[in-house]
């Protein structure tokens, strides 16, 4: 499976029609079916065709996203291998909605005036996400919030402290309160995050009112979970 071959895959499945990404490409269609052809040896089906567009089956999302990967460490690499007398090329850097953030965008902005020409890629996702982007070789660091395990890395801990709360709609009673506890939360609607270590932590946190915990949802990053909470799905 030629690197090539997967940026044409990467391609067709972006613009959902083979003519589109023929064009722009600059091949000929039936040249790119033909170089599509080589993928037939994954024995799967990629796609679903029909006269006007392409849909990917499950295999055809689940080789979009590694041959993403696989394009991405190509292309760092080559980066990385690239001779240049003055400092140049991508940083990628995962992180969640956190307060950290603004910590490292100001070291950035310093980094930056010594060497305007590197530029950045920010991912965004929770510590999950970014850890195995990370072990993967496609970010270069990452903003994690802790509980994480980060035995096999070189880390330093910022100089902030993530705070935990609440969103609730405005209409809550919870909103007139400067803090809550377990007591407030047990029984209520709640939204919670997707990541097992967080989930065990705020379990401890609730200690006795733990089995009156009621979640309506989950997610892995806040914007999302606070429209959530604005539609009085919970808290």
Do not use: C
Not at 102 to 111: I, K, N, P
Request: proline fraction near 4%; charged fraction near 25%; hydrophobic fraction near 40%.
């Amino acid at each position: 499976m030629e690197l090539r071959v997967l940026k044409y895959f990467l391609a067709v499945a972006r613009e959902e029609n083979i003519t589109k990404a023929a064009a722009l490409l600059h091949l000929t269609q039936p040249t790119l079916s033909r170089q599509l052809m080589q993928l037939e040896e994954l024995g799967v089906q990629l796609f679903h065709r029909s006269r006007y567009h392409i849909v990917l089956t499950d295999e055809g999302m689940l080789l979009r996203r590694r041959a993403q990967e696989l394009v991405d460490l190509a292309e760092k690499t080559a980066q990385e291998f690239r001779k240049d007398p003055e400092l140049r090329g991508e940083i990628s850097i995962g992180s969640g909605d956190l307060e950290g953030m603004y910590v490292l965008a100001e070291l950035l902005a310093s980094f930056q005036k010594l060497h305007p020409q590197v530029t950045y890629q920010i991912y965004s996702g929770n510590a999950d996400h970014t850890k195995e982007r990370i072990e993967g070789g496609t970010l270069d660091l990452g903003l994690l919030l802790e509980p994480v395990d980060i035995s096999k890395y070189d880390f330093i801990r910022m100089p902030v402290k993530e705070h935990w709360g609440v969103l609730v709609h405005e209409d809550s009673p919870l909103a007139q309160q400067e803090a809550v506890t377990p007591k407030d939360l047990a029984g209520i609607p709640l939204i919670l995050t997707r990541r097992g270590l967080i989930q065990q932590e705020m379990e401890r946190w609730f200690g006795p009112y733990a089995q009156q915990l009621q979640v309506n949802a989950t997610g892995n990053l806040p914007y999302n979970m606070a429209l959530l909470a604005g539609a009085h799905i919970g808290a």
